[in-house]
């Protein structure tokens, strides 16, 4: 076993184990901060996928941004009496976990079947990566720039659409004289 | 002994790695043993810095505000950082009723973790570098945002209203402030057609700051709001919410954020230093690293210098004037700023380097000057004009013109 | 070095854990994180694949990295919009339980 293997079998545990445990944990705060563990761990395996600029990214955006977002909404939503006392899973979880874990065997098995998964990712050449050309093959007509612009143009629909729902409305005094 | 002398880190690292394999280690052993060792030194060394970062704030302070800073512990008081620690290091850690165990012990942790992460990617001199990403800029961006985290789980673990309070406001100022921080970021990226800090550095032949004032100064600003220094202090004041999201740490812990703050303060000169003052760049400093290294702490401590003086002579703003001066002033001028560069830069494509700087230095003076009169129109346009008339006149001083007058 | 289908069973597994998260879970935002989980699956996925990729042909694919841009931004928006809803229906509801958000059922 060379050591970028332990290495992997070890983000990949920690990653593996982070994500059960936000999913079965029992108040809502620990869930989120597990969630925080497994995107680090996503994190760290796109870095040694070599794709350098998606593990900054996954950082600064999941992390920074989006987990900060799920505290936040859980903070704004607890009724702090009766949390600890409810389960986390609803009734009926084990047919849950059966379908969960034949979801997986079916893609395992479907993995195990290409011959070509088996191939050793080795490592790439320093600059293989070509983040100047993935700027301009987003700013390209010919290429990606129409995905680019509705996802901005969607990021603008969410901003203002998550302000108009979250705003508080103030009561609306009497009559208008 | 000139080696040494010259290049004193790369030295130091040859010795160790012929050492090691000398012991019979493999050579990957040696380099894993080698990074662990300038890693476990390198942080050592910046938490130990501390100390005297916060020694040069109090006598700093002291100064600005008319008074010797500490001068009883030792000459110029040089050993009161070290009798803070000792102090801080027995003081007794207190669980507050009902907090959360893990959110509450973590946030200190990683509140130091993340910045001492950041000067991983920070090149000090020619050769003085931890790694050399080839997203060196995002990755520390990235990672300055993970000390919002630790304020989050600060202000939850505590069990106490004012402390999630203080929590919230803070973590909104630390992400509003990453916006315009973000997109000023783009102009050295565009300037030198990469994200990795050993680039930027050695692309400024003429210092960034000179090519571009302006965004040299809302990064600074923002940058000094992400740290949470004054004028941004509202987090920490104590007369705002009791001191926000460590009201109910002590001894340790509580030393451990203080730590953070400084080392943040430092790491936000060493930065900005790098992107926009030229970093380790200087006469020589490519042959003698060890220069490189030198005037590279020269400007992050002038740098550092200018960060005190705007906590000492500046007052603090209200909450809801940092979001105004944020969403309303920095972000669009930014966005401006930076979509005029980029249109600048395209336009001036292979015209000679005497050409573009001035061009691009004459745009940053513009934008400002148009910037300064719509914000000054704004505020004069707000205060309604006085008139006076006899019943109640205006209190101008008007010189006396004529006996006549002024009997009548 | 390490072996692709090593990381397409790691990413099977994320998916799988975050499918089980959405069905079982009460709380909406606890569906929500589900939901994340099985994104970041996806995202290793392309990412695995892309490296593929560029290892057996020269070029890079740059289908892949513009796709795992998109996923980001679609995770992102939303997340927000569905915290938003979420927040929404606390006013009114007081509730986060995916049960009890039945007005119109039956």
């Not at chain 2, 100064?217 to 705002?240: H, K, M, N, W, Y």
């Not at chain 3, 070029?59 to 795992?68: I, K, M, S």
Request: charged content about 10%.
């Amino acid at each position: 076993m060379t050591p970028m293997q332990i290495t992997f079998i070890l983000i990949a545990a920690v990653t593996l184990v982070s994500a059960v445990m936000a999913v079965t944990a029992r108040r809502m705060m620990h869930a989120a901060l597990w969630l925080i563990a497994t995107l680090m761990g996503v994190a760290m395996l796109f870095a040694t996928l070599q794709a350098s600029f998606f593990a900054v990214v996954q950082v600064m955006v999941y992390v920074g941004a989006i987990a900060i977002l799920i505290l936040f909404a859980i903070m704004l939503t607890r009724r702090s009496t009766l949390e600890s006392d409810q389960a986390s899973l609803g009734s009926g979880w084990i047919i849950n976990a059966l379908a969960a874990v034949g979801v997986f065997a079916a893609l395992v098995t479907a993995v195990w079947a290409w011959p070509a998964a088996e191939t050793v990712l080795t490592e790439l050449p320093k600059d293989a990566e070509q983040l100047g050309l993935l700027g301009q093959i987003i700013a390209d007509p010919n290429g990606f720039a129409v995905p680019f612009e509705v996802s901005s143009v969607l990021l603008v629909a969410v901003l203002v659409g998550a302000i108009y729902l979250a705003v508080e409305r103030k009561p609306q005094r009497g009559g208008r004289q | 002994m000139i080696d040494f002398l010259r290049d004193p880190i790369a030295f130091l690292t040859q010795w160790l790695n012929t050492t090691l394999l000398g012991w019979g280690l493999s050579e990957q052993a040696a380099q894993i043993t080698g990074f662990a060792i300038g890693a476990f030194v390198a942080a050592t060394g910046a938490m130990m810095f501390v100390t005297i970062l916060i020694w040069a704030e109090r006598k700093l302070i002291g100064r600005i505000q008319d008074r010797y800073g500490p001068n009883r512990v030792g000459p110029f008081g040089i050993f009161q950082s070290i009798a803070d620690l000792v102090k801080i290091f027995i003081k007794e850690h207190i669980d507050p009723v009902g907090m959360d165990w893990l959110p509450f012990n973590l946030a200190p942790v990683l509140s130091v973790a993340a910045v001492l992460t950041m000067w991983v990617a920070i090149p000090f001199a020619a050769t003085v570098y931890g790694v050399d990403f080839n997203v060196g800029l995002l990755y520390l961006v990235a990672v300055g945002g993970l000390g919002e985290l630790a304020v989050i789980m600060a202000g939850w673990g505590s069990n106490n209203k004012y402390a999630l309070l203080g929590a919230f406001r803070a973590v909104a100022m630390f992400i509003s402030y990453e916006v315009p921080m973000v997109i000023t970021l783009l102009i050295p990226v565009m300037l030198t057609g990469s994200l990795s800090m050993n680039d930027i550095v050695r692309q400024q032949d003429v210092w960034f700051i000179v090519v571009s004032p302006l965004a040299a100064l809302i990064f600074f600003i923002s940058q000094v709001a992400e740290v949470g220094r004054s004028p941004f202090d509202l987090t920490e004041a104590e007369s705002e919410l009791v001191s926000g999201f460590n009201v109910e740490y002590s001894g340790l812990k509580f030393g451990m954020f203080y730590v953070a703050d400084f080392l943040h303060a430092f790491t936000i000169s060493l930065l900005f230093s790098a992107l926009f003052l030229g970093g380790w760049r200087g006469p020589g400093a490519e042959e003698i690293p060890i220069l490189g290294f030198i005037y590279f702490a020269i400007k992050s401590s002038l740098v550092y210098f200018l960060v005190i003086l705007m906590r000492g002579s500046l007052p603090r703003f209200r909450v809801d004037h940092m979001m105004d001066f944020n969403w309303k002033l920095l972000t669009p001028l930014s966005l401006v700023l930076v979509v005029l560069t980029a249109l600048a830069l395209k336009l001036m494509t292979g015209l000679s380097l005497w050409v573009q700087i001035p061009v691009l230095l004459v745009l940053n003076g513009l934008v400002f000057l148009m910037a300064q009169r719509m914000v000054t129109g704004f505020f004069r346009r707000r205060r309604p004009r006085e008139v006076g008339d006899r019943s109640r006149p205006v209190a101008h001083y008007t010189p006396p013109q004529s006996d006549s007058e002024a009997q009548g | 070095m390490i072996p692709m289908s090593w990381y397409l069973v790691i990413a099977a597994a994320l998916f799988c854990v975050g499918l089980f998260g959405v069905l079982s879970r009460r709380n909406a935002v606890g569906i929500l994180i589900g939901v994340e989980l099985m994104l970041n699956a996806v995202n290793i996925n392309l990412l695995t694949f892309w490296h593929y990729y560029i290892q057996v042909n020269a070029e890079p694919p740059l289908n892949a990295l513009v796709f795992t841009a998109i996923v980001f931004i679609v995770a992102a928006a939303e997340t927000a919009i569905g915290l938003a809803l979420i927040i929404n229906a606390y006013r009114q509801r007081s509730t986060v339980i995916a049960n009890d958000l039945n007005l119109l059922k039956g």
